[in-house]
């Protein structure tokens, strides 16, 4: 790179930012980007329109992230109803069964368990945050 062309030493970043990333910030906007030569004749228009296509590609970047996580985000609220739906019918099954069993069973089975897992005496459903 031939550093003498540069004045300053934001030409120097801005010719090595957009030699860097032109490719990737024109895959980004369709190929719409406005080649910028850099060298003694450099206008702060050219110096601009280049900071004003990073900003484009930089905000198209964020609106695809930010969407990709707010699919993400509704796909897991949905697992969490389903799982919350699941939990709470088999707890109902399971105090309607230990309502029908006779005290022989429930004792063979609570005799089943193993020492380290207690049986449980009351479930609690676990809070949902929306």
Not at 30 to 52: E, Q
Not at 73 to 93: F, G
């Amino acid at each position: 790179m031939n550093t003498e062309m540069f004045q300053t030493p934001m030409e120097v970043a801005v010719y090595q930012l957009h030699n860097f990333n032109i490719s990737f910030f024109s895959s980004l906007l369709g190929g719409d980007v406005v080649s910028v030569k850099l060298d003694n004749s450099a206008s702060g228009a050219s110096v601009v329109a280049l900071d004003n296509k990073i900003e484009q590609a930089m905000d198209l970047v964020k609106n695809h992230l930010m969407y990709a996580v707010r699919e993400e985000v509704e796909i897991l609220k949905e697992q969490i109803r389903e799982l919350v739906e699941k939990n709470s019918q088999l707890e109902r099954e399971n105090t309607l069964l230990k309502t029908l069993a006779s005290p022989e069973q429930l004792e063979k089975f609570q005799s089943r368990l193993s020492p380290e897992e207690p049986a449980p005496e009351t479930s609690q459903s676990p809070e949902v945050l929306f």
